[in-house]
C-alpha cells in the first residue's frame, strides 16, 4: 500500500514486514547495507525489513541475513515481488507499524526522513567493548561477554529532492548520525555495555537516497547548511517518533531517578534494598508501596540526574577527582532535601552523606545514591508527627495501657 509520496520522486510503500522505497525518478544511493551498500546509482528501491520478532525469535531468516546478506535479500524481494537487483536492503526486528516519517522543506528543498527504532535491549557508546571481531571464517564470539547484545536497532531512510555531490552525500550521513545521537542524549538512553549514555545501538543502519536532475548539485549537507538543518530535523523527529511507539520511549517516561541510576548498576531491587538499608522497619515498608512516586518526583529526578552527571563530569575530566568528596557530598544532599522537602537540612545533609574521596566506584556511588533517598524519607514525614502529635487523650489511654 503506497503511504506517501515525497517530491514527485519517491513513493513509499508498506506491506506487513516492510517498508520500500520506489524511485519514481533516478536517485543516487549511499546506504550501510551489505549487498548494493555504498554509493550507488542504479538503484530502484531502497527498502526496511522487519526480519523477526524483537526478542526470542530463532526463525530461519535472521541466521540468513549476517552469514549470506544476497540469500536474504532475494528471499525478501521474492516475498514481495520486488527485483533484488535494484534493491538496497536494511534490515531489523522493529515494527514496521511503529515506523515515524518526518519531511521537512526549505523553498523548493525536500528532505524525508522515513525511521524504525529500538533500543531498550542494544544501546551502546560508541568506544563501548566490543562482542565480536571479524575474520575470513565469520565473527568470531569475544571473551569475556559479560553482555550479550540484545535486540534493537535504529534504521533511517532519508531521502533528498535535490541533487548532491557524493561528499555531500557521505556528509548527510554524518549529520544523520549526529541528530540520531542527539535525541538518544536527550532521552537519556543508557549504554547496556558500559556505564556511559548511549549514542546509538550496535546494528544501526542508513540509506540516504538524492534525486538526480539537471540542477546543480548541492555541496554541504553540514549543520552551517539549510539541507544539513533539515536533515537534522527529519532525523531528530521520526527518530523519537518511532522510539515513542516502538519501546515507549518518551522524554516524560525518563522522569526516573531509577533510569538515571541504571548505567551505574541500580535497578529497581538493588535500590529498594539500598534504601530501606537506612530506614527503620515502619519507613521502609512505606516506602516500596511509594517507591514509584518518590522516584519519579521531578525535584528528586532534578537531583539524581545532576549527581550521575557530576559523575560523568569528574570521569571525563572535566571536574578534577580531588573534589569528589565535597561535589557528592553538596549533590547527595540536594537530593536528600528533594525527598524531604527541608532545605534548611541542607548542611546536616552534607556532612551526613560526605563519601571517602577513595569511594569512587559504581557501586560506591549508587550506596551514595540510596543513602540520599532515605536520608531524606526518614524526615518527610517527621516534621508532620512533631506538628501534630496524637490526642490527649489517646496519650492517657496509651499510658493507663502501659500501667
Not at 272 to 288: F, K, N, P, T, V
Request: glycine share 8%; charged share 20%; with cysteine.
Amino acid at each position: 500500500m503506497r503511504i506517501d509520496t515525497f517530491y514527485h520522486g519517491v513513493e513509499i510503500h508498506r506491506e506487513e514486514k516492510i517498508i520500500y522505497a520506489r524511485f519514481l525518478r533516478p536517485h543516487d544511493v549511499l546506504s550501510t547495507c551489505r549487498v548494493a551498500g555504498g554509493l550507488r546509482t542504479d538503484l530502484h528501491y531502497l527498502y526496511n525489513h522487519q526480519s523477526c520478532e524483537p526478542a526470542g525469535h530463532c526463525h530461519r531468516l535472521p541466521a540468513i541475513a549476517y552469514r549470506d546478506p544476497a540469500a536474504y535479500r532475494r528471499a525478501v524481494c521474492a516475498q514481495h515481488g520486488l527485483p533484488d537487483g535494484d534493491c538496497a536492503t536494511l534490515g531489523t526486528a522493529a515494527n514496521m507499524r511503529n515506523a515515524c516519517i518526518a519531511v521537512h522543506s526549505f523553498r523548493d528543498l525536500t528532505v524525508a526522513a522515513v525511521c524504525t527504532g529500538g533500543v531498550e535491549g542494544n544501546a551502546g557508546r560508541a568506544g563501548d567493548p566490543a562482542s565480536v571481531a571479524e575474520t575470513a571464517e565469520g565473527f568470531e564470539r569475544l571473551p569475556p561477554a559479560t553482555v550479550v547484545p540484545g535486540p534493537g536497532t535504529i534504521n533511517t531512510m532519508l531521502f533528498i529532492g535535490k541533487p548532491l555531490i557524493p561528499g555531500a552525500l557521505v556528509r548527510c550521513i554524518v549529520t544523520a548520525t549526529e541528530a540520531k545521537t542527539a535525541v538518544l542524549q536527550e532521552l537519556a538512553v543508557n549504554s547496556r555495555y558500559s556505564d556511559g549514555l548511549a549514542t546509538g545501538t550496535g546494528t544501526d543502519q542508513i540509506g540516504v537516497a538524492a534525486m538526480r536532475s539537471d540542477e546543480t548539485p548541492l555541496t554541504s549537507a553540514g549543520k552551517h547548511a539549510k539541507l544539513g538543518e533539515l536533515i537534522g530535523q527529519a532525523v531528530a523527529e521520526a527518530i523519537r517518533g518511532t522510539l515513542a511507539r516502538q519501546n515507549h520511549l518518551t522524554p516524560g517516561g525518563q522522569c526516573s531517578a531509577k533510569i538515571h541510576l541504571e548505567r551505574f548498576g541500580a535497578t529497581r531491587e538493588t535500590m529498594l534494598a539500598g534504601i530501606c538499608a537506612s530506614l527503620d522497619h515502619e519507613q521502609a515498608e512505606l516506602l516500596r508501596h511509594n517507591f514509584y512516586a518518590i522516584e519519579r518526583d521531578p525535584l528528586t529526578v532534578a537531583a539524581i540526574a545532576a549527581l550521575a552527571h557530576l559523575k560523568d563530569k569528574i570521569a571525563w575530566g572535566v571536574l578534577p577527582s580531588t573534589c569528589w568528596s565535597e561535589i557528592m557530598a553538596s549533590f547527595g544532599a540536594q537530593a536528600a532535601c528533594a525527598v524531604s522537602g527541608d532545605h534548611g537540612r541542607l548542611d546536616e545533609y552534607r556532612r551526613h552523606l560526605a563519601p571517602d574521596r577513595t569511594a569512587t566506584g559504581n557501586r560506591d556511588f549508587i550506596a551514595l545514591a540510596c543513602r540520599a533517598l532515605a536520608l531524606g524519607f526518614a524526615d518527610k514525614w517527621r516534621t508532620m508527627a512533631t506538628l501534630c502529635p496524637p490526642p490527649a487523650h489517646n496519650r492517657a489511654e496509651e499510658e493507663n495501657a502501659d500501667m
